[in-house]
Structure formats: structure tokens, C-alpha cells
């Protein structure tokens, strides 16, 4: 996770954040964005395959990522959730992590 630290305290860039095509060449589908960034909100998107459950949840306080943070949601209630294994983590890094950092340089400023 030491990888996404310089991300904490970068302002969101709202154009880029809403460009669908380019967020898929990154692998991460959008499942939830605000309208405005300007309070505290978070976004949510899907990282890994639908089966697997695994959600990239970014906090957003005044336009600024303030929180960077993968969960598990669970099947059987999709309004609960648990963080990440430390073998689930290094694991979705492995896979994804490059793909993630270049979401974030992409999305930020």
C-alpha cells in the first residue's frame, strides 16, 4: 500500500474521473460517483473480477483523496464488508497494482 501514499492529499481531477473508456484501459469500473466532489465523498470501484468481490474504495474530503482502501464484500450481504488478507492484498498488487498506480496518476494532480 506504500505505493498509493503519494496519492493521499492530490486533488481529483472531476474530467478524468468521469471518462469511462479511458478507467477501463486501467481495469477499474466505476461503481459509484458523486455528483460533485466538493464535500466528503466516497467512490467506489471494482478492481478485480465480479466473482471475487474485491472493491477500491477512495475517499475524497474537498476534491483531495484522503483515503485509499481495498475491501471484500460479502455475497451474501453486499452492504458488508471486510479488508483484505495480507495474501489477498499482495496478491491483487501483484496483479493490479501497476494498472492502479496509473489510475491514480491519471485521475490526480
Do not use: H, W
Amino acid at each position: 500500500m506504500q505505493r498509493f501514499k503519494r496519492f493521499i492529499g492530490k486533488q481529483v481531477i472531476s474530467e478524468n474521473l468521469k471518462n469511462l473508456e479511458k478507467l477501463g484501459t486501467f481495469g477499474v469500473i466505476c461503481k459509484n460517483f458523486p455528483e460533485s466532489l466538493d464535500e466528503f465523498e466516497e467512490i467506489e470501484l471494482s478492481v478485480a473480477s465480479a466473482d471475487e468481490g474485491i472493491v477500491l474504495c477512495v475517499a475524497v474530503l474537498e476534491g483531495k483523496v484522503k483515503r485509499i482502501m481495498f475491501v471484500q464484500i460479502d455475497k451474501a450481504d453486499p452492504d458488508a464488508c471486510r479488508p483484505l488478507t495480507e495474501e489477498q492484498l499482495i496478491k491483487l498488487l501483484e496483479e493490479y497494482g501497476e494498472r492502479l498506480v496509473s489510475y491514480f496518476e491519471y485521475v490526480t494532480q
